[in-house]
């Protein structure tokens, strides 16, 4: 099985979605789409036009919003890919702002969570409250009850007109959804390991020019809480999205 990676952001690489693909036995190829640049070869190349060389394609997140297209040709470029992969009948999976590229490709809108909703953004651990749909969900049917799972996103979107929605918050209501069989989009980010949360702390100390100990203080009880859940959760998931591959 071959996946393909979009990275959209070189400090929101694939993390545990990764890890477990190729223990798995999956090889990847891994897209910087932002440099147009192969990650494995250092080559040049963009997001591809076609589904045809791979089995399965996840999107990651980013800190451009998919309303910024004309500043960010690959974000077009990807909508046409999920719809490639969807329209194959392969499995795509969309996360944070992967999430929205997913939605935005099948018609709903993407916005700023202040345009239309009480909070400007989410940040931290925060519970999921699962739907019905989900009960019998391949990928989340036996997903633990208010899993804490990791956000940080500004952007929302509406839940496009083919979706179930699979997840919700009182403070975001759209938080994962499936289109189809093998569509998924997930606002959370199930992706993250402890190091990749390190350097999201230096960065959201920057962009809010604090001290890293004031972010830490706030965000290091969440992680010895919740993340070991949620990898295994996503541990979990990701192997039954690859799963969808052979059916």
């Not at 997840?167 to 959370?188: D, M, V």
Request: aromatic share 8%; charged share 25%.
């Amino acid at each position: 099985m071959h996946i393909l990676y979009l990275v959209n952001a070189l400090d929101s690489p694939p993390g545990v979605l990764l890890d477990e693909a190729t223990r798995m036995g999956a090889s990847a190829t891994q897209i910087d789409t932002v440099n147009g640049r192969d990650m494995g070869s250092g080559d040049a190349r963009g997001v591809p036009e076609a589904a045809d060389d791979f089995d399965a394609l996840v999107v990651l997140g980013g800190v451009m919003g998919v309303y910024e297209a004309d500043n960010y040709p690959f974000i077009e470029e990807s909508k046409r890919l999920v719809r490639h992969f969807h329209d194959k009948g392969k499995p795509v999976m969309g996360v944070c702002l992967g999430s929205q590229i997913v939605a935005s490709a099948f018609g709903a809108p993407v916005y700023r969570m202040k345009e239309k909703l009480s909070a400007q953004e989410e940040w931290g651990f925060v519970p999921q409250t699962w739907e019905p749909a989900a009960a019998d969900d391949k990928l989340l049917h036996d997903a633990a009850p208010e899993l804490r799972t990791m956000h940080w996103h500004g952007d929302t979107f509406d839940l496009p007109a083919e979706a179930v929605r699979l997840s919700t918050r009182e403070t975001c209501p759209n938080q994962s959804f499936r289109i189809g069989e093998k569509t998924y989009a997930f606002q959370f980010h199930l992706e993250v390991t402890r190091e990749i949360l390190d350097g999201w702390s230096v960065f959201r100390a920057k962009a809010l020019d604090v001290p890293r100990a004031e972010i830490e203080k706030l965000i290091e009880p969440q992680i010895e809480a919740s993340l070991g859940a949620q990898e295994e959760f996503a541990r979990r998931t990701m192997r039954r999205w690859m799963e969808l591959a052979q059916k």
